[in-house]
Nanobody, 125 residues
Framework: VQLQASGGGLVQAGGSLRLSCAASGRTFSRYYMGWFRQAPGKEREFVIGINRSGGSTHYADSATGRFTISRDNAQNTVYLQMNSLKPEDTAVYYC???????????????????WGKGTLVTVSS
């Protein structure tokens, strides 16, 4: 599967952004989907994930209460809605797909099978 993230940009602290990740290739609904981010000088970290049907989500502490993930399997797209953005949210955001079930598993970057090119989110103070 090929993944393409979009929607990044510059936003002021407290603002919102919606990222999209379009998938092509194999059947989108067979994948668990996740968003990860990598800030300058830091390792890539998990942000939020969603199961194949969209009925179950998993959040990193940094995302809880501010970020929401959703997917549209008919449109082969997963979304990341980010609200109440903070300067520390500044990072390159990547979408990723896992073929295996992530139920009960740790959402590590090493568990993901496919990655899209990232989209830069910059939050100004």
């Amino acid at each position: 599967v090929q993944l393409q993230a979009s929607g990044g940009g510059l936003v002021q602290a407290g603002g919102s952004l919606r990222l999209s990740c379009a998938a092509s290739g194999r059947t989108f609904s067979r994948y668990y989907m996740g968003w990860f981010r990598q800030a300058p000088g830091k390792e890539r970290e998990f942000v939020i994930g969603i199961n194949r049907s969209g009925g179950s989500t998993h959040y990193a502490d940094s995302a809880t209460g501010r970020f929401t993930i959703s997917r549209d399997n008919a449109q082969n797209t997963v979304y990341l809605q980010m609200n109440s953005l903070k300067p520390e949210d500044t990072a390159v955001y990547y979408c990723a797909a896992a073929e295996r079930s992530m139920f009960g598993q740790r959402w590590s970057r090493y568990a993901m099978d496919y990655w899209g090119k990232g989209t830069l989110v910059t939050v100004s103070s």
